[in-house]
C-alpha cells in the first residue's frame, strides 16, 4: 500500500450508534456507542473507550489550551456487536420481493447468534 494513496473500504457492518464491546486489548470487557467508523482505515471510535491524552496548545476555539482527554480509534475487528446484552457477529440476511413486476431487493442486518433481524 502506497502511503497517502486511499484504499478501498472495507466492509464493517457496525453502523454509528450501535453498542458494542471491546473483545481486545487494554479495554477489554467496556461497552460503549460507536460515535465513528473509518471504513477506509478499517478503525471504530467507542464513547468512554481507549482514552489518550492529548496537549493542546492555546487557539482561537480553545483559549485555555491544556491537557484534553478524548477517544482514540480502535480496530473494528476489537469490537463486537452487542445483541440483548451479548456480544455476537453480524450478518446479512438479502430478501427479494416482486410487485408488479418490480423487483425490491431488501437487504437487513442479522444477529448471527439469534438470526433476529436488527434493522
Do not use: C, W
Amino acid at each position: 500500500m502506497l502511503k497517502g494513496k486511499p484504499t478501498e473500504p472495507t466492509k464493517i457492518r457496525l453502523k454509528k450508534g450501535d453498542r458494542v464491546r471491546i473483545i481486545a486489548g487494554k479495554d477489554k470487557g467496556k461497552e460503549g456507542k460507536v460515535l465513528f467508523i473509518d471504513r477506509v482505515k478499517n478503525r471504530v471510535i467507542v464513547e468512554g473507550a481507549n482514552m489518550i491524552s492529548k496537549h493542546m496548545k492555546p487557539s482561537r476555539t480553545n483559549q485555555k489550551g491544556g491537557i484534553i482527554n478524548k477517544e482514540a480509534p480502535l480496530n473494528a475487528s476489537n469490537v463486537m456487536y452487542l445483541h440483548n446484552g451479548k456480544p455476537t457477529r453480524l450478518g446479512v440476511k438479502v430478501t427479494a420481493t416482486e410487485t408488479n413486476g418490480v423487483k425490491t431487493i431488501v437487504k437487513s442486518r442479522i444477529a448471527r447468534s439469534t438470526g433476529e433481524v436488527i434493522d
